[in-house]
């Protein structure tokens, strides 16, 4: 009975109802184009970020969070990194190695972090060579690096001119070069813009000393909304060997 009173009533007034339907049904409608575009922005907002440093996900030895030490490496080799690249839902892999130094130019010196990458690889994940301000982009068995217009306009560097690193390499060994600059990059970041020096990894590993180690593998998904649950799996899989951060994390 209530019911059929309820149906009646509704139809007792059609103009009243027709509004009231569409105007509920406009909103619904809103509100779920709004959120679809809100979850997109997020999703391309945290892609983004994620290619231009730290990935999306991360594979470091169980100590190097902490330590922050080019002693703390894994393995660059296919059969470690085997798990990951079986897995479906990685995308891409890059190694990297990622320490500190002191730069310096002239009477001037700083700490910076440099990036050791694979440079054809990077660009194609990052789109690295599409920051370039002067100068020309790495490949693979450079001898020269990029460095931020910010460190630049500090250190007083242009391309062709010479930067000095200096730090700590493997196990204690002296980690030191002098490098050409081949080009700079302006980088939207500041703090990476006053920081970062990119190299090729082949020459990173000469200068720390690591021989065939790295201090992280780089890991991009193909659906973001699996990410928690790939990297869940990714820990299982490297349960005691490595440590696999996240974005969020990173």
Same mark, same amino acid.
């Given at each position: ?66 330590? *922050?030490? $080019?002693?703390?490496? %894994? +393995?660059?080799?296919?059969? =470690?990194?085997? @798990? /990951?690249?079986?897995? *479906?839902? $990685?995308?891409?892999? %890059? +190694?990297?190695?990622?320490? =500190?130094?002191? @730069? /310096? ?146």
């Amino acid at each position: 009975m209530l019911v059929k009173l309820a149906w009646r009533n509704l139809w007792r007034q059609k103009r009243r109802t027709v509004l009231t339907a569409s105007a509920l049904a406009l909103a619904l409608a809103l509100s779920l184009f709004m959120r679809c575009l809100q979850e997109g922005s997020y999703a391309n907002n945290i892609e983004n970020a994620a290619r231009f440093y730290t990935g999306l996900i991360q594979i470091q030895h169980p100590e190097f969070s902490d330590s *922050q030490s $080019i002693d703390d490496l %894994l +393995p660059a080799n296919g059969q =470690f990194i085997a @798990a /990951a690249k079986n897995h *479906q839902n $990685i995308e891409r892999i %890059l +190694p990297r190695i990622e320490s =500190f130094a002191l @730069a /310096a130019a002239g009477d001037k010196s700083k700490g910076v972090m440099v990036m050791g990458v694979l440079p054809e690889q990077e660009d194609d994940y990052s789109n690295i060579a599409g920051k370039l301000s002067e100068g020309m982009f790495l490949s693979a068995d450079d001898k020269q690096v990029l460095i931020g217009e910010g460190l630049a306009r500090f250190l007083e560097l242009q391309v062709g001119d010479e930067i000095i690193l200096y730090g700590q390499g493997y196990r204690g060994q002296t980690a030191a070069g002098l490098y050409p600059v081949k080009g700079i990059l302006d980088f939207p970041m500041p703090q990476l813009d006053n920081q970062l020096v990119y190299m090729p990894l082949a020459l990173a590993q000469t200068l720390y000393s690591t021989e065939q180690q790295i201090t992280a593998w780089v890991l991009h998904t193909r659906h973001l909304s699996a990410l928690s649950q790939t990297v869940a799996e990714l820990a299982a899989d490297y349960a005691g060997q490595a440590n696999v951060r996240d974005w969020q994390d990173l």
